[in-house]
T-cell receptor, first 112, second 111 residues
Framework: GDSVTQMEGPVTLSEEAFLTINCTYT??????LFWYVQYPGEGLQLLLK?????DKGSNKGFEATYRKETTSFHLEKGSVQVSDSAVYFC???????????FGGGTRVLVKP | SQTIHQWPATLVQPVGSPLSLECTVE??????LYWYRQAAGRGLQLLFY??????ISSEVPQNLSASRPQDRQFILSSKKLLLSDSGFYLC??????????FGPGTRLTVL
């Protein structure tokens, strides 16, 4: 079946450091890929998405590129802030389905 | 614009008591609706989803049930809560081929 694998956290960084969260997936066909962010005590917010190979999603300084050849969708940000401390979830959705398949989430802690 | 509401925001219930959590969506018609549970420090577990009124698909057999009495209303219930039902419950909606949008969540503590 479909699956999404994320690096386990927590990831602890200093402010202004470079952030990478790895995400790889297993699925047939060409799924859409998403990154969601969950701030403490809140629901999930869509951060960015990509719907086909080589698409780059970007939002709030975060970027991720849909790499079909490596089945990956790594999340990156060049300079993190304390306010980026959150849990980040990678997810995929098959075109013909109604459900998202989520990774286990990666907790990021940014220290001043 | 579309908005999604959940209530209550927090709930503390004794073991064996009933449960009813409500989710409503505004600004869209015939959405797909989803209930997830997130245990402390864990990922998301899809519990139920619905593609229309009265249509419920259960993903994991458990102590919970779901109902969709109206197009934009999704209810999560239990007749008798267990300690293991504690967690953060998230409702989400989507249109047929798009991403899901999540509500603010309900934190349930079963004592």
């Amino acid at each position: 079946g479909d699956s999404v694998t994320q690096m386990e956290g927590p990831v602890t960084l200093s402010e202004e450091a470079f952030l990478t969260i790895n995400c790889t997936y297993t699925a047939t066909g060409y799924p859409s890929l998403f990154w969601y962010v969950q701030y403490p005590g809140e629901g999930l917010q869509l951060l960015l998405k990509a719907t086909k190979a080589d698409d780059k999603g970007s939002n709030k300084g975060f970027e991720a590129t849909y790499r079909k050849e490596t089945t990956s969708f790594h999340l990156e940000k060049g300079s993190v802030q304390v306010s980026d401390s959150a849990v980040y979830f990678c997810a995929l959705k098959k075109a013909a389905g109604n459900k998202l398949t989520f990774g286990g989430g990666t907790r990021v802690l940014v220290k001043p | 614009s579309q908005t999604i509401h959940q209530w209550p925001a927090t709930l503390v219930q004794p073991v064996g008591s009933p449960l009813s959590l409500e989710c409503t969506v505004e600004g869209t018609s015939n959405p797909n609706l989803y209930w997830y549970r997130q245990a402390a420090g864990r990922g998301l577990q899809l519990l139920f989803y619905s593609v229309g009124i009265g249509q419920i698909s259960s993903e994991v057999p458990q102590n919970l049930s779901a109902s969709r009495p109206q197009d934009r209303q999704f209810i999560l219930s239990s007749k008798k809560l267990l300690l293991s039902d504690s967690g953060f419950y998230l409702c989400a909606w989507s249109s047929t081929f798009n991403e899901q949008f999540f509500g603010p969540g309900t934190r349930l503590t079963v004592l």
